[in-house]
């Protein structure tokens, strides 16, 4: 009973020595009336939430952010805004990792390109962000 007891806690202990927990926050700009359908994507309709992840690894944890700025709704949700945190630590010091354009690996492991621009084509310098509005 002692040896199962010491086994137990072993694998206990061993899973928070290597978790690997990767909290990506979603914050979401809704195009003006769209607020419900646009933040319908996090739980209770809040414009932020916090998603957690097991990616294994930081640079894993990055790329699943990143390709997690594609927005297929420009008409709905004007611009994702995405932090990361990586077993507790905030990486690139909580800036947006949609803001600037990136390299990230597809879920079929095929290296991509996400563009701010391209994704968000109806960006324009006035603020105006919305494709419809």
Do not use: W
């Amino acid at each position: 009973m002692k040896n199962f007891f010491l086994i137990f806690l072993s694998s206990i202990f061993s899973t928070f020595i290597f978790a690997s927990e990767c909290n990506i926050k979603f914050t979401r700009i809704a195009c003006k009336g769209m607020e419900v359908e646009s933040y319908s994507k996090c739980p209770g309709g809040t414009k932020s939430c916090i998603s957690s992840f097991d990616t294994g690894s930081v640079d894993a944890c990055i790329n699943l952010a990143i390709s997690n700025c594609l927005n297929s709704r420009t008409d709905i949700t004007k611009y994702k805004f995405i932090q990361v945190n990586f077993n507790g630590l905030s990486v690139n010091d909580g800036e947006d990792f949609c803001k600037n354009d990136q390299t990230y690996l597809d879920k079929d492991g095929a290296k991509k390109v996400y563009q701010t621009r391209v994704n968000y084509p109806h960006l324009k310098l006035d603020g105006d962000l919305c494709s419809a509005n």
